[in-house]
């Protein structure tokens, strides 16, 4: 059985609704915690920086979606040199004005063949390397050029 679809009749904040919903939504994301073994990211409230929806079957909240906005950070190149100087020159007016636009995090995805390489001078200037699967869904936005990113 399919869920119900909520999207977008019950966005957080709802009328009314709203703590009991996160309240169903905190239960669901210890139970993913608890699979997952480790912690995992629940916003503490609905704000203006994310979208949190949810989705029922048999009017019960069986789990959601959280969306905010985060910056994508792309290395071009092979030399760690260019990490190590743009920790200097860019990372900080990058974090300064995410900071400012309560944005959460700078986001980079390398391929698994670069992380030796590259690896090592991401995480002397603070990121994290993290033990996810990422997937990635394409929105057929073209950039500047108009050249479309190979598929």
């Not at 792309?74 to 007016?93: N, R």
Request: proline share 7%; aromatic share 4%; charged share 20%.
């Amino acid at each position: 059985m399919q869920p119900k679809r909520s999207w977008p009749r019950r966005p957080l904040p709802g009328a009314g609704g709203a703590p009991l919903t996160l309240a169903a939504l905190r239960l669901c994301h210890f139970q993913s915690e608890v699979a997952a073994g480790e912690p995992l990211y629940l916003p503490d409230q609905p704000s203006d920086q994310r979208t949190i929806v949810v989705a029922e079957r048999g009017g019960q909240i069986i789990g959601g979606i959280v969306t905010e906005d985060s910056i994508a950070v792309t290395t071009i190149g092979l030399d760690s040199e260019v990490i190590e100087s743009a920790a200097d020159v860019v990372i900080p007016a990058i974090l300064t004005v995410a900071r400012q636009e309560k944005t959460r995090f700078l986001q980079l995805s390398l391929p698994a063949s670069l992380a030796a390489t590259l690896g090592s001078a991401l995480q002397k200037i603070g990121f994290k390397e993290q033990q996810t699967v990422q997937y990635l869904l394409d929105t057929g936005v073209e950039n500047k050029n108009g050249v479309r990113r190979p598929q």
